[in-house]
């Protein structure tokens, strides 16, 4: 173990010395932002600036008026046919009217009602505006080459001749109107006599007067001094710096600061003494108007255009402070107040007291490249190093190296990223590729064998309760009773490279991840917040905690904050999204940029509760117990609609939009919105709601229009609010009523003119069909009447003639065979013709009854089946049994039907009496209402298998094949079943109801 002495302060100072500054100096700086006619000012000369009381700036040109919203100019056009008027004064009244001085072409008021112009006593126009003084609403006191005037009962009036210079003009806290040339001069009272006859004289006549309202006093600027007039008591304050700038305008600002805009630039009074204010961007020529608006933004009007001054909420150390290099690898808060800085490649600097200290090789230290800080218990300073650089220890004015004689590990592809010091005092040296620990007398190292999750090391901290929290390339690991254990490997949700570590005041442990946001654990149990929820950024480099609940996050875009309170809302689903309150240049920041190898600590808190962060231009410093929040709820106004492409119901200048109506359109609508805040509008976040057609507020972000499309007539009402710069949220200040045309086609009374004659038509037409269907049914039933009556006449003269006659003819053929003498031949002809003829009978019955309509029912065909089967059976030896519901649903089959079923089933019969040698016939009927089902059975002996007639159907004849086709040819089904000495079932089924 080596050890080097060096005495400080010489070392020090010889390396470099210089004083940062009292924390007043570092959180004084403003930073200035410049447009100019490029971004859309009507002209780079501003003379005048006021804020009216819808929110909106007003600033007056050389060459015209302009109303600014934050992000765009409006060029306003007070006098028709010259746009480009000089505006020289502006400002506003109690009751909202914005009161506007020219040069050349006199006083205009801009009210909801219009623009008006006065005139001079006389009629005359043409006259100049210098200065202008609002006493009242219609109390209006003007300088004009000289001369003042007052207005009052809207007509101008002459008060008196002073100095030709004579531009200023004030008024105190009792209502008293001054100005002053070479002396001090009441207007509003008699005589207008000098006030002040013993002030100290001015150089020349003074060009601007102001009253200040803090110290009750008159300041008064000429071309090389400014006076303090209190009372008889007058002081003087010589421009030094600018001997020759002559003094044009006077603000002291809420914060209490004087500022003092002269021709040669802006100058504040700082310790009885004018300051100089020149830097990048602010204003250095011909300073006409100094204003601050509601959020105490500082506004700047020059011959170089329009300027706003924002205090810096950062101060940014480099190299210009005494750092090495700007590059800054790491930061760590000391106990004593001071903050070790490790500039890439620069050895280490001590900041002390405001001093910058250098510690380099030449001081001890084994290396240049300095990676990770930590600082021991006994108030000593770990250092680690790349490059297998050694550890280095700075206590007591000593640095004490370990090396690998020590037992400390050290390679080429070694460098130590992350140190922490637990409560019992081991050190532990996370590296790129391993992880050891230095307990006062040996090194011990630790690979992922041992638990670890990953070799690579990014960050480690504690608890204070015997718990370290490793995070590593792979995930987190977590040493508890001198073991570890890998949590990654449980939880998938940790299973990611970790940049960061912190443990807040409440025991809940932040994680930084490299691209998948923040995660936070308690008790075990994970959430995560990622920019799907607005979190700035899903790279987190470092976290710290400020005193006032808010998380401090350094990361790959850049600096940002978040009051620890909405993760709870978020998590308990009261609130959707975070609102991360970002910082950039405009805060002070120089750079966003971060060193790229991952290191600790990158971000600290100082004993003062300061904060501290690397970047790749300094470190940003940024002290949250003096942070100007800006707690002004932003104005949001309505500046356009466009329906179909087309702008509707434009507002006036000084009034909003309240009502519009929208003519017939495609229903296509833009709704066009801002908030009026100055601070950072880029950073402004809007929500809105169109009643009736949203059902809850939209998060629009930072757009600021809405969108819709397909939007039915109607009336509906569009609301809006908006958060400003720090996320201060305001209530739906603007909304706007939205009454969307209808076109004659949409009209309720076309609608029901259409309805009606729908409906009409509708009725004519189903009276029509209806008519025409049932005129049809009736010549169908007319027809199908005649039919069956033809039916009726033929079975009636069928039965009657042909079945009289046919029975005479049996009748008499019987008698002639009883009484006949003939032969037995002529006897046997005879007895065949009798039984032809009563055959005939028999077929005619049957032909009788098929076409007999009133036999059309399935009742009848049932009794029909079953008399005849009765009939059929009655001479031979086999009995025929019946099956057959009591009631048979109602159901009227054709002629068609009824005659091939009743052929199929005596075909059945015949077949089952000739053939099978039953001794028993089973007639089946069933039906329901979508079929009936027929079954013959009988217990014969069956078809053999080489003998089945339907597999051989040519051998055993056309018996069961015309039985098929007769089923076929009125839709039904056929079928038949044998077993050998068993019998057979023929099957027949149809459809009903069709």
């Known amino acids: 173990m080596s050890k080097t002495n060096f005495i400080v302060f010489i070392t020090l100072f010889f390396a470099r010395c210089l004083c940062l500054g009292e924390i007043n100096t570092i959180f004084s700086d403003y930073n200035v932002r410049l447009w100019q006619m490029e971004d859309g000012l009507p002209n780079n000369t501003v003379q005048a600036i006021t804020q009216t009381q819808d929110g909106y700036l007003w600033i007056g040109t050389r060459e015209g008026l302009a109303r600014f919203d934050g992000m765009n100019f409006e060029r306003v056009e007070i006098l028709p046919g010259r746009p480009s008027i000089s505006i020289s004064a502006l400002h506003q009244s109690r009751n909202g009217d914005l009161w506007i001085g020219t040069d050349r072409f006199g006083l205009f008021k801009l ?259 300095i990676m990770a800080l930590a600082e021991g218990h006994d108030g000593s300073l770990w250092a680690g190093a790349d490059n297998g650089g050694a550890l280095n220890q700075i206590k007591n004015d000593q640095i004490t190296v370990y090396g690998q004689k020590d037992g400390f590990v050290m390679s080429p592809a070694t460098a130590t990223t992350a140190l922490f010091e637990d409560e019992r005092g081991v050190l532990w040296i996370g590296s790129r590729d391993l992880l050891q620990w230095w307990d006062g007398k040996s090194f011990r190292r630790f690979s992922t064998s041992d638990g670890l999750s990953h070799p690579k090391i990014n960050a480690i901290c504690g608890d204070g309760h015997g718990v370290v929290w490793i995070g590593t390339e792979g995930g987190l690991t977590r040493w508890k009773a001198g073991k570890f254990e890998d949590l990654a490997a449980k939880n998938s949700l940790l299973k990611i490279p970790i940049l960061s570590l912190y443990e807040d005041l409440d025991g809940r442990l932040w994680i930084g991840t490299k691209g998948s946001g923040l995660l936070e654990l308690k008790d075990d149990e994970i959430h995560e917040f990622t920019t799907a929820q607005e979190l700035f950024s899903d790279a987190i480099y470092a976290i710290l905690e400020d005193n006032h609940n808010n998380l401090w996050l350094n990361s790959s875009r850049g600096i940002f904050r ?3 309170q909405q993760f709870e809302e978020v998590i308990n689903g009261r609130q959707s999204k975070l609102i991360s309150i970002s910082y950039g240049k405009a805060d002070g920041i120089l750079s966003s940029g971060q060193y790229q190898e991952v290191t600790q600590p990158s971000a600290c808190k100082s004993r003062d509760g300061r904060l501290w962060f690397r970047t790749t231009q300094g470190v940003a410093v940024v002290d949250p117990n003096h942070l100007n929040i800006n707690t002004v709820v932003p104005p949001v106004v309505i500046q356009q609609v466009v329906a179909d492409g087309h702008p509707v119901g434009g507002p006036a200048l000084l009034s909003a939009l309240d009502h519009i109506t929208i003519p017939p359109g495609r229903g296509e609508l833009e709704v066009h919105y801002n908030a009026l805040s100055f601070c950072a509008p880029e950073k402004c976040q809007f929500r809105y709601k169109l009643e009736g057609s949203d059902l809850h507020w939209v998060d629009a972000g930072m757009r600021r229009v809405a969108y819709y499309n397909n939007l039915r007539p ?281």
């Open 714 to 994: 109607g009336r509906y009402r569009f609301e809006v609010m908006a958060c400003n710069n720090d996320g201060i949220w305001g209530p739906a200040n603007a909304s706007v009523s939205l009454n969307l045309k209808p076109h004659f086609w949409q009209t309720w009374w076309f609608i029901s003119f259409l309805i009606v004659s729908t409906l009409g038509t509708i009725s004519t037409l189903v009276r029509y069909v209806t008519k025409q269907r049932m005129q049809r049914k009736f010549e169908v039933l007319a027809r199908q009447n005649a039919v069956e009556k033809e039916r009726t006449r033929i079975a009636r003269d069928m039965h009657d003639e042909l079945g009289a006659k046919l029975t005479k003819i049996s009748f008499l053929g019987n008698t002639a065979r009883m009484h006949s003498s003939n032969s037995p031949e002529t006897n046997e002809q005879i007895g065949k013709m009798t039984e032809a003829a009563r055959e005939l009978i028999l077929s005619l019955d049957q032909i009788v009854w098929v076409v007999d309509p009133a036999n059309d029912s399935l009742e009848n065909l049932a009794n029909y089946i079953c008399r005849y089967a009765s009939e059929f059976t009655a001479n031979s030896s086999v009995q025929c049994k019946f099956k057959i519901p009591l009631k048979l649903p109602p159901c009227s089959l054709s002629t068609d039907v009824r005659h091939n079923l009743f052929l199929t089933v005596k075909e059945a019969m015949n077949n089952a009496l000739k053939h099978s040698d039953a001794t028993e016939i089973v007639i089946a009927i069933s039906a329901t209402t979508e079929e009936l089902r027929i079954a013959i059975c009988d217990n014969g002996r069956g078809l053999a298998p080489d003998d089945d007639a339907l597999q051989k159907p040519k051998r055993m004849g056309r018996g069961l094949a015309n039985m098929r086709e007769r089923l076929k040819s009125i839709q039904g089904d056929f079928s038949a079943t044998s077993r050998p000495g068993l019998g057979t079932e023929i099957s027949l089924t149809i459809p009903l109801g069709r």
């Open 111 to 369: 009210s909801a009602a219009g623009i008006q112009r006065f005139p001079k006593p006389g009629g005359q126009y043409g006259y100049d505006v210098r200065e202008m003084l609002v006493a009242g609403d219609d109390n209006i006191w003007i300088t004009s080459s000289g001369e003042v005037f007052n207005l009052t009962n809207g007509s101008l009036s002459f008060q008196t001749k002073l100095h030709r210079y004579l531009q200023g003009i004030c008024m105190d806290d009792h209502g008293a109107v001054w100005t002053a040339g070479n002396d001090l001069v009441r207007l509003n009272g008699e005589p207008h006599t000098n006030q002040t006859p013993h002030m100290a004289p001015l150089s020349s006549a003074a060009r601007c007067i102001y009253f200040d309202d803090t110290e009750k006093s008159f300041w008064l600027g000429d071309e090389e001094t400014l006076v303090k007039i209190n009372g008889a008591t007058t002081k003087v304050y010589q421009n030094q710096i600018h001997p020759s700038g002559y003094i044009g305008t006077i603000l002291r600002a809420s914060t209490g600061q004087l500022w003092v805009g002269t021709y040669l630039g802006l100058s504040r009074l700082i310790d009885g003494k004018l300051v100089d204010q020149s830097q990048p961007n602010a204003p250095q020529y011909r300073i006409y108007s100094i204003f601050e608006d509601r959020e105490h933004n500082i506004w700047v009007g020059s011959e170089e255009g329009l300027s706003r001054l924002t205090p810096k909420v950062f101060k940014t150390v480099t190299k210009n402070d005494g750092l090495k290099v700007n590059t800054v690898v790491s930061v760590c808060a000391a106990s004593d107040g001071s903050v070790w800085i490790s500039p890439w490649g620069g050895g280490l600097n001590h900041w002390v007291d405001g001093n910058m200290i250098l510690l380099n090789r030449t001081n001890g230290l084994s290396s240049n490249y």
């Open 562 to 564: 978040i009051d620890k």
